[in-house]
């Protein structure tokens, strides 16, 4: 009877074992500490799926989680949102787009510079740009407070032309474009006349003298250049550069087609448009009536022209 005793009390410990196996032993101090762990994290908890390994209850794992939903659910959106739009960067300014911005006076939308409106800003007397119809000048040299010109410039181009010129106006745009080109600007037109229309009803008649690019006078005013004698042949470029020593049809010919009046005369090549005849010249070396009167041309060859600034007003 003693021995039948013993034998519950021997299996009685190994009903209760802590891992659930039978035979097998566990560390309770291990158990606590996983238990610990986890309940730091119930994130890393919920995807372990052995409680017992120590790879998934290390704590530092619980501090590399960065999508969990408690790191955005104190945010503001309409915060968020009026943070974002005062941050980001709007489109700069653009001038000539046509739309007044930032610090523009005007937006015409273009980039003319000579117009009502140059870089964004309204043409004024004193901005370096000469606007067109209202100003002579601006900066250069000659010119006054008022963007008026003290005095005008006159010079004999540099290159040769035939014949061919293609009328009055397309000889006015030579003198215009050699002049730009020797960046002097202003309104050019050469002194030049048809058969039917003279060179001194195209010209203003003007009370300022006229200048050669080097500085020396030519003539006081309209009277003084058509008394029939200069001050200074006109005998330097658009480049201040002179051209040939004093002489009579030499080697400076000039269109001219006008007398020393200014007054038209009958060799225009065809109203400059080439045809094979006589023409009206001058020579450039010359102080006398002989700058615009007096050489006979041939409408088959080359010469040059004298190409006066034009005041806006006497």
């Known amino acids: 009877m003693l021995r039948a005793a013993v034998v519950p009390l021997l299996l009685v410990p190994a009903c209760f074992s802590p891992s659930g ?53 104190n945010v503001d959106p309409a915060t968020a949102t009026a943070s974002s739009s005062t941050t980001s960067p709007g489109p700069d300014p653009l001038c000539g787009n046509g739309m007044m911005e930032s610090d ?17 800003q309204s043409a004024a007397c004193g901005d370096g740009f000469v606007w067109d119809e209202f100003e002579e000048c601006d900066g250069s040299p000659g010119c006054d407070a008022e963007c008026r010109r003290e005095f005008l410039w006159v010079f004999v181009t540099n290159d040769v032309f035939p014949s061919s010129l293609g009328g009055l106006d397309a000889a006015d745009q030579i003198c215009q474009m050699q002049a730009e080109n ?17 060179v001194g009803s195209r010209f ?3 009370t300022r003298p006229w200048r050669r690019t080097d500085m020396e006078p030519v003539a006081d005013n309209w009277d003084d250049l058509i008394d029939g004698l200069l001050d200074n042949p006109i005998a330097f470029n658009e480049f201040a550069e002179a051209l ?25 090549c065809g109203m400059w448009n080439g045809v094979p005849l006589a023409a009206v010249g001058g020579d450039c070396g010359v102080m006398t009536e002989g700058w615009t009167f007096g050489c006979g041309l041939n409408c088959a060859g080359s010469a040059r022209l004298y190409c006066f600034e034009q005041p806006l007003e006497p």
């Open 21 to 73: 196996a039978g035979g097998t032993t566990s560390d309770p101090t291990m158990t606590m500490s996983t238990t610990a762990l986890t309940t730091m994290n119930p994130i890393t908890s919920a995807t372990t799926t052995d409680a017992t390994s120590p790879t998934t209850t290390r704590p530092e794992l619980t501090t590399t989680t960065t999508t969990s939903p408690e790191s955005t659910t």
């Open 104 to 120: 523009e006076e005007c937006d015409d939308g273009n980039e003319i510079l000579t117009d009502a409106c140059a870089l964004c």
């Open 182 to 198: 020797a960046n002097r600007p202003g309104q050019y037109k050469a002194w030049l006349s048809t058969d039917l229309q003279s």
């Open 204 to 206: 203003v008649h003007s």
């Open 244 to 268: 040939v020593p004093p002489g009579m049809c030499g080697s400076c010919l000039v269109w001219t087609n006008s007398d020393i009046m200014g007054g038209a005369q009958m060799g225009d």
